[in-house]
């Protein structure tokens, strides 16, 4: 296949190199910086730069939610009939209600995709072949024909996913401003403590674990969070809910109930993990 990446950043950048380095697929790539462009095809990163939509028989569009719904609206008649378009993006019903109708319309599939993989870096410098190793690749293919839901669902395995989780869009965005999300605005919180300005010599795993999101790109993430609003703020009250009881605890020097609270956490962590 001809498979045409949109947008070569660390997300976009890492598809480009797993579908070389994993499959003897043709990859094109479209940016709007020529030296990422020049970049990419010296390192073998993708074969070419794309200048026709229609030579495309999948077209993944990894750009921030606004870019993505005004590419592909914008490109809808440019499209390959017949073909596939997904895109990346770390939310989807505001992506898959503003592009589905549109492009089916004009003979081509749309299938919303979400990537479980990331790094607290962006941009192409950062893209690594084997980002998305073990992974999971969520999809929401929701009315799309069963045979191009299997060509993409065979292409993310192809690529080094674990596995390809089905869902809707609305359940997806539920599940990951739980998953991910919220673990965001923990952590960009967490590190606003006037006690961050003492951490040197006294910080290990933990604090690095919990740290580590807080480099975020803020732009894209504000996005992301606004496009996901009503979800996301149930996250955080339950997790203030949560912390008030911890709290009162402390205050009130309550050794049974803050023991109590601990355990729970430790066994439902110890269940989760027998999930995977």
């Known amino acids: 296949m001809i498979i045409t990446v949109i947008g070569l950043g660390l997300i976009g950048g890492s598809f480009c190199k797993a579908i070389k380095q994993n499959t003897n697929h043709t990859c094109l790539g479209v940016d709007l910086s020529p030296d990422v462009i020049k970049k990419a095809v010296g390192e073998g990163a993708i074969d070419g730069e794309c200048k026709d939509l229609s030579v495309s028989d999948i077209t993944i569009v990894c ?24 895109d990346a993006c770390g939310i989807k ?12 319309d004009c003979g081509v599939t749309f299938i919303g995709a979400h990537p479980m993989a990331g790094r607290e870096f962006s941009g192409y410098d950062y893209s690594l072949p084997n980002l998305y190793e073990k992974a999971s690749f969520i999809m929401t ?23 390809v989780v ?42 690095k674990d919990l740290t580590r999101v807080a480099k975020l790109n803020e732009d894209m ?9 009503e979800p996301l ?4 009250k339950e ?35 027998n999930r995977k």
Not at 76 to 84: A, L, Y
Not at 221 to 229: M, Q, V
Not at 233 to 236: H, P
Request: no cysteine; glycine share 4%.
């Open 239 to 273: 997790i203030s809910k949560r912390l008030d009881e911890y709290l009162s605890a402390l205050e009130n020097e309550d050794e049974s109930r803050l023991k109590e609270l601990l355990r729970d956490g430790r066994i439902l962590k110890e269940n989760s993990l």
């Open 233 to 236: 703020i149930f996250e955080i």
């Open 63 to 86: 750009l921030y939610p606004e870019a993505t719904v005004d590419f592909i609206l914008n490109s809808k008649n440019s499209f390959k009939k017949g073909s596939i378009v997904a």
């Open 166 to 207: 089905v869902t809707t869009p609305r359940e997806h965005d539920e599940i990951i401003a739980y998953t991910s999300q919220l673990a965001h605005i923990v952590s960009s919180a967490y590190i606003k403590s006037p006690t961050l300005q003492k951490e040197v010599g006294f910080s290990a795993g933990s604090f």
């Open 93 to 104: 019903e505001y992506i898959v209600s503003a592009v589905k109708a549109p492009l089916n």
């Open 141 to 163: 293919p929701e009315g799309a024909p069963e045979e191009d839901t299997e060509k993409l669902r065979k292409l993310a395995l192809d690529i080094g996913f674990r596995k």
């Open 221 to 229: 993430w504000t996005s992301l969070f606004l496009k996901n609003r």
